[in-house]
């Protein structure tokens, strides 16, 4: 499972008020913390004004960069953002994102393609995200065979096939399990990802929901997450979820996760 570490993210109000007074403190401590606790790469997100993000993201870069070796996701909406501050990351991680919004490919995928970036592919376009896993199969497959074009391998790319919140869309996760399903019928080397807590927003007890999600979602084939690597109950869902689908060899991640506390 590759863990892609969430907190760094100014959409965070904390971390949100962290840069608004310039606390490299936090922020460092952030990163060392999901370090510490696994994290394979650690998304950095500006969020706030469009007009600062990129001397927002070359601070955040330095200090994470400084306090840490884990490769990086760059994380921004904003194509030419990504590909300015791409020079200050000091080795290839994942680029967050792309999608058939706009020129995002046009701008991305031939950075990528010079280098060995890997690429989180989200499955909307212009017309938004869609609830329909047909729409949203067909997205990712037209995606993946630009990227094919510019000679980006698919095992480089992450698609996030978007689960949308069950609040608003009750079958949210069979939506996204199905796309998962069609996109892995015809590229079995790709990808998945998905950030862990959209699913539950606007509703009670929302790690619960959280939880399932996970487990269902790596029963599909997801095999990257976008959260807290921090959180020991979520942890102790990917070790336990591993074993159960039969991922873990004589079950001895989940006896040595045991061992060392980290099921809770």
């Known amino acids: 499972m590759i863990i892609i570490g969430e907190k760094i993210n100014g959409a965070i109000p904390a971390v949100g008020q962290a840069i ?12 060392i913390r999901q370090t510490e606790a ?15 993000e990129r001397n927002v993201l070359a601070w955040l870069l330095e200090i994470v960069q400084d ?10 909406p904003n194509p030419e953002a990504l590909r300015d501050v791409l020079p200050l990351v000091k080795r290839p991680g994942i680029i967050n994102s792309v999608s058939g919004e706009g020129n995002k490919c046009e701008v991305i995928y031939p950075l990528a ?13 212009d017309g938004g ?9 067909a997205i990712g497959l037209r995606l993946l065979g630009k990227a094919e074009a510019y000679g980006i391998a698919p095992d480089r790319i992450f698609i996030d096939p978007l689960v949308l919140s069950l609040s608003v869309v009750g079958e949210a996760l069979l939506s996204f399990t199905q796309t998962l399903r069609q996109i892995k019928a015809n590229y079995p080397t790709v990808h998945f990802t ?6 539950s927003f606007g509703m009670p007890k929302r790690k619960l929901i959280n939880q399932n999600f996970l487990a269902f979602a790596l029963e599909a084939g997801m095999d990257s997450a976008i959260m807290d690597p921090t959180d020991k109950v979520m942890r102790a869902e990917i070790f336990a979820a591993e074993a159960i689908l039969g991922r873990d060899k004589f079950c001895r991640a989940y006896n040595k996760a045991y061992r060392r506390g980290a099921l809770g």
């Open 129 to 137: 995200v869609s609830a329909d896993a047909e729409h949203k199969a």
């Open 113 to 125: 393609a010079e280098s060995d970036w890997k690429i989180i592919v989200l499955t909307c376009d």
């Open 38 to 52: 696994g994290a394979d790469y650690l998304d950095v997100c500006a969020s706030g004004a469009p007009e600062l």
């Open 67 to 76: 306090a840490t070796d884990v490769p990086i996701c760059l994380d921004s």
């Open 194 to 199: 998905s950030g862990l807590s959209n699913i």
């Open 20 to 31: 608004a007074r310039l606390d490299a403190a936090c922020i460092r401590d952030l990163a």
